[in-house]
């Protein structure tokens, strides 16, 4: 390239860089920007230190192709807690998530999966699923569904659990081994504005983030990765729409009488879908499962204020009882746990296809929040991208929210290297196209999947429930049909 006419390398430049940039590219760099005022000048700065933000800035200086570039993370909570995280082996958050092994292969090719506590994940080999209206069935593994050879020794796995603390202080570990990233944590953000054109350097088309303190931050593409309530989304005038589901999701770390039906080395996870919202509980090490049930704001309320005893009494019951005799243990105010023994006498269930029993909760893991889907109208502006909840917020009966904020994470790092290879500004919208190409059609499908879903076994009678029942049955025996919904699931297109 060296030896081509300023004349000819001059168009290819335009193409992808506006003039001021230009400009600005031809003038030598200096970071070292002190004066009062001056922004320093970053290539990437990302707003949001949660697990999309992190994998992120982990991708990218662990890329052989963008790791020169100069990046910086903005983060209102203090990261040394992260950092120092630590639980006894016989206590677990209750902010837990299902990483598809998709996922966890990107998270080992960044080299952040080793400084994971690997003794605090879990993996399971199955899912269970019914419907708790019509009792109709779906069980999820790899056998069966021609994915794998009948004489594998053991079942291949379809996620993995882990706390959401396990995977941020691993990618703030693998960022430190990495080095060469400027770190603001404990920072809140005061504002983001444009930049202005001086003598020697126009910014009037970059992001400028202002923090507390009076620091300011200029960004060739700012990363938005601050959540659903996203200040950067908000900067760029991009419209987030969906609605509230009128639901909480209530989260609990309990503790079941043994490892499971499976033992240790063979871990089921279970979802049953109830008028009200599902409730599903996913295995963690040991004898530990965490809960997650999608319920009436009124119900979560509820089941917050039970002591101990009868709050576990709610949880068998919910995968035990029928969904009247539930809602009927949902208008007392106490003594559910003697109720249950006697409603239980009256009904009948296959013990070997639901958890085992819950005999007790973690203290202070008893939690609940809103839930809702929303779904920006575009992921990317003139040197703005989103990623994870900035971009799409989808209710957790999936539990793909995290995965999908993995899978922007990586998919614009993709997109960064691509430009990075090919001389184009990182920030330039059209630079940017294939990540909102290759992420939009994916996310907004599993959006829409799974709010038709939320709302299909909201029914609780009528033609839908006879028909649904013999859908989820008619899946359940087509071993294609179900292996191509578990990849899908996983990650594996």
């Given at each position: 390239?060296?030896?081509?006419?300023?004349?000819?390398?001059?168009?290819?430049?335009?193409?992808?860089?506006?003039?001021?940039c230009?400009?600005?590219?031809r003038?030598?760099?200096?970071?070292?920007?002190?004066?009062?005022?001056?922004?320093?000048?970053?290539?990437?700065?990302?707003?949001?230190?949660?697990?999309?933000?992190?994998?992120?800035?982990?991708?990218?200086?662990?890329?052989?192709?963008?790791?020169?570039?100069?990046?910086?993370l903005?983060?209102?909570?203090?990261?040394?807690?992260?950092?120092?995280?630590?639980?006894?082996?016989?206590?677990?958050?209750?902010?837990?998530?299902?990483?598809?092994?998709?996922?966890?292969?990107?998270?080992?090719?960044?080299?952040?999966?080793?400084?994971?506590?690997?003794?605090?994940?879990?993996?399971?080999?199955?899912?269970?699923?019914?419907?708790?209206?019509?009792?109709?069935?779906?069980?999820?593994?790899?056998?069966?569904?021609?994915?794998?050879?009948?004489?594998?020794?053991?079942?291949?796995?379809?996620?993995?659990?882990?706390?959401?603390?396990?995977?941020?202080?691993?990618?703030?570990?693998?960022?430190?081994e990495?080095?060469?990233?400027?770190?603001?944590?404990?920072?809140?953000?005061?504002?983001?504005?444009?930049?202005?054109?001086?003598?020697?350097?126009?910014?009037?088309?970059?992001?400028?983030?202002?923090v507390?303190?009076?620091?300011?931050?200029?960004?060739?593409?700012?990363?938005?990765?601050?959540?659903?309530?996203?200040?950067?989304?908000?900067?760029a005038?991009?419209?987030?729409?969906?609605?509230?589901?009128?639901?909480?999701?209530?989260?609990?770390?309990?503790?079941?009488?043994?490892?499971?039906?499976?033992?240790?080395?063979?871990?089921?996870?279970?979802?049953?879908f109830?008028?009200?919202?599902?409730?599903?509980?996913?295995?963690?090490?040991?004898?530990?499962s965490?809960?997650?049930?999608?319920?009436?704001?009124?119900?979560?309320?509820?089941?917050?204020?039970?002591?101990?005893?009868?709050?576990?009494?709610?949880?068998?019951?919910?995968?035990?009882?029928?969904?009247?005799?539930?809602?009927?243990?949902?208008?007392?105010?106490?003594?559910?746990?003697?109720?249950?023994?006697?409603?239980?006498?009256?009904?009948?269930?296959?013990?070997?296809r639901?958890?085992?029993?819950?005999?007790?909760?973690?203290?202070?893991?008893?939690?609940?929040?809103?839930?809702?889907?929303?779904?920006?109208?575009?992921?990317?502006?003139?040197?703005?991208a989103?990623?994870?909840?900035?971009?799409?917020?989808?209710?957790?009966?999936?539990?793909?929210?995290?995965?999908?904020?993995?899978?922007?994470?990586?998919?614009?790092?993709?997109?960064?290297?691509?430009?990075?290879?090919?001389?184009?500004?990182?920030?330039?919208?059209?630079?940017?196209?294939?990540?909102?190409?290759?992420?939009y059609?994916?996310?907004?499908?599993?959006?829409?999947?799974?709010?038709k879903?939320?709302?299909?076994y909201?029914?609780?009678?009528?033609?839908?429930?006879?028909?649904?029942?013999?859908?989820?049955?008619?899946?359940?025996?087509?071993?294609?049909?179900?292996?191509?919904?578990?990849?899908?699931?996983?990650?594996?297109?």
């Amino acid at each position: 390239m060296s030896g081509l006419n300023p004349a000819i390398r001059r168009p290819a430049l335009s193409r992808y860089v506006c003039q001021s940039c230009i400009r600005f590219l031809r003038t030598p760099r200096n970071y070292a920007t002190t004066a009062p005022g001056i922004p320093e000048i970053f290539d990437v700065v990302c707003i949001g230190g949660g697990p999309a933000g992190l994998s992120l800035l982990t991708a990218l200086r662990a890329s052989g192709v963008a790791s020169s570039l100069k990046v910086a993370l903005i983060e209102s909570q203090d990261l040394g807690r992260t950092r120092a995280w630590s639980l006894p082996p016989d206590q677990y958050s209750n902010r837990v998530s299902s990483l598809t092994p998709s996922s966890v292969a990107f998270l080992e090719d960044i080299g952040a999966w080793k400084h994971i506590q690997s003794p605090r994940v879990q993996s399971y080999q199955e899912m269970q699923v019914w419907d708790g209206v019509s009792g109709s069935r779906i069980s999820f593994d790899w056998h069966g569904t021609g994915s794998i050879s009948p004489q594998a020794s053991q079942k291949k796995t379809i996620a993995y659990m882990t706390e959401n603390l396990n995977l941020t202080s691993a990618l703030l570990a693998r960022l430190e081994e990495l080095g060469g990233l400027t770190i603001l944590d404990g920072t809140r953000v005061e504002d983001i504005h444009l930049g202005e054109e001086t003598e020697t350097l126009d910014l009037s088309a970059w992001p400028v983030v202002e923090v507390a303190g009076g620091r300011k931050l200029a960004a060739r593409l700012l990363v938005g990765a601050d959540g659903a309530n996203s200040p950067v989304r908000t900067f760029a005038g991009i419209e987030s729409r969906g609605w509230d589901y009128e639901r909480h999701g209530l989260v609990a770390t309990v503790r079941l009488e043994g490892e499971g039906w499976g033992g240790a080395n063979e871990k089921v996870a279970y979802q049953r879908f109830l008028p009200t919202g599902p409730v599903a509980l996913l295995p963690l090490p040991g004898g530990f499962s965490t809960l997650v049930w999608s319920t009436l704001p009124s119900h979560a309320s509820l089941l917050k204020s039970l002591p101990p005893t009868d709050f576990i009494a709610m949880v068998n019951a919910a995968f035990r009882l029928s969904p009247v005799d539930l809602a009927y243990m949902h208008t007392q105010h106490q003594g559910q746990a003697e109720e249950l023994l006697w409603r239980e006498q009256h009904t009948k269930f296959d013990v070997q296809r639901i958890p085992q029993r819950i005999v007790g909760v973690q203290e202070g893991t008893v939690a609940s929040f809103p839930l809702r889907m929303r779904h920006a109208d575009t992921y990317i502006g003139e040197r703005i991208a989103l990623v994870g909840d900035a971009a799409h917020t989808v209710h957790p009966l999936a539990g793909q929210g995290l995965n999908q904020g993995q899978g922007d994470a990586q998919s614009l790092v993709k997109t960064i290297e691509f430009a990075v290879a090919h001389g184009q500004d990182i920030g330039a919208q059209l630079s940017l196209e294939p990540y909102v190409a290759d992420r939009y059609a994916t996310n907004n499908l599993l959006l829409g999947v799974v709010d038709k879903l939320h709302k299909l076994y909201g029914v609780q009678s009528g033609p839908v429930v006879a028909l649904r029942g013999w859908g989820l049955q008619a899946v359940d025996a087509m071993g294609g049909l179900k292996g191509f919904f578990m990849r899908q699931a996983a990650g594996g297109g």
